[in-house]
């Protein structure tokens, strides 16, 4: 056969869920979160990665508490690296 017949690929499942967060200088508006999810094929391949920036799907309250966290492991970085 000249031509190779080709699978469809259909989307199945989710892969792996990357989040990373940023903060450059201690600033809340400063901020970033960003994130990528991986849509898997039928065959566990991955057919695209979805890129974003996260906070637009949080709350209010979710976006606080990553303010809140990132101080915090700021604080402790700060304390645990710093002379």
């Given amino acids: ?4 017949q080709q699978e469809s690929k259909t989307p199945t499942s989710i892969g792996a ?3 990373a967060l940023t903060d450059y200088d201690g600033v ?3 901020h970033i979160a960003t994130f990528n999810v991986e ?4 065959n566990g391949d991955t057919l695209r990665t979805l890129t974003g920036q996260l ?3 949080l ?9 809140d966290f990132l101080a915090a492991l700021r604080t402790q970085a700060e304390g ?3 002379p």
């Fill in 39 to 42: 849509v898997l094929d039928q």
């Fill in 80 to 82: 645990e690296i710093l």
């Fill in 28 to 30: 809340p508006a400063n």
């Fill in 17 to 19: 869920i990357f989040v």
């Fill in 1 to 4: 056969m000249a031509f190779e």
């Fill in 59 to 67: 709350s209010g309250t979710q976006q606080q508490r990553i303010v």
């Fill in 55 to 57: 906070q637009q799907h």
